[in-house]
């Protein structure tokens, strides 16, 4: 799929990730290529949640996912997602669900679904920052930096996306500056979308590895776009708290407590823009150093 094309981009997002179903409890998703030279783990995340869903009760929503990255996926091939029916209780339902490329897992992942409960409720706060009105897209940041890109990406880079991303604190990725490790992010679907919850969670796990795993780069002064940097998904896990609605504006708030021996680990909490908690996410990523010497 090419995910630059000017017409629809949303509406062939929301198709990537619906999925065939090729037989019972098996299911195939087609591949976009967003210039990374692998398949976007987001892509997996979203793709994988959907496959699920398909085979659970329409009574119960995704509370919470725990996924592993195994290995690179090929943005040239369809993605076949098999889900495994572990468990069907009367308040909760528990799916695993394999990604397979070429007869080899590249990606698995547990979720659990329940019906909807009363219970306690309470939240962190959302932090004062400012936006989304008035802050520069990242597209648009990238427009202004358009020849640095590498030729070979730079029309996958520069073009209409069905998510625009409003960073609040942006980083130039060409000439990073050491600072702290926290990061925020508006997020919102450039178009009206349907009023399916599932729709919205499958959307929201997609956008959810956008922008997590590089937080915890910040404190050392370092950029992905460096030949020598290597980063990559290794898990997420992401839990639903509240429902909310994908094409209304989400403040994606992301940082990273730790780093070492080339991982880094990153939490994100995603609020509403009236201050509602509706996501949390934890994510460890690979980030090495090639230039990097070894003791």
Known sequence: MNACRDDNVLEELLGLLRLEKIEENIFRGQSQDLGFGSVFGGQVLGQALSAAYQTVQS??????????????????????????????????????????????????MSASFQIDEP?????EE?????????????????????DK???????KILCKKPIEFRPVNPIDPFYPEKR???????????????????????????ASDFGLVVTSLYPHGHSYWEREMQVASLDHALWFHRDFRMDE????????????KAKGLNNGKIYTKE??????????????YHAMKKD
């Open 249 to 260: 504006w989400l403040l994606y708030v992301m940082k990273s407590p730790n780093a070492y």
């Open 126 to 146: 959302l932090p004062e920052v400012i936006g989304p009105d008035g802050i520069a897209s990242e597209l648009e940041l990238a427009m202004a930096v358009a």
């Open 149 to 155: 890109i590498p030729e070979a990406i730079r029309d």
């Open 119 to 123: 219970g306690f409720d309470h939240q």
């Open 59 to 108: 009574d119960r929503k995704a509370h919470s996912l725990h996924a592993y990255f195994l290995r690179m996926g090929d943005a040239n091939k369809p993605i076949v997602y098999e889900v495994d029916c572990i468990r069907d209780g009367k308040s909760f339902t528990t799916r695993r669900v394999v990604a397979i490329q070429k007869g080899r897992a590249i990606f698995n």
């Open 180 to 206: 702290e490790p926290v990061s925020y992010t508006w997020l919102k679907a450039i178009d009206k979308m349907p009023d399916d919850f599932r729709v919205h969670q499958y959307l929201l796990a997609y």
């Open 275 to 288: 201050g509602k908690l509706i996501a949390s996410v934890t994510q460890e990523g690979l980030i090495r």
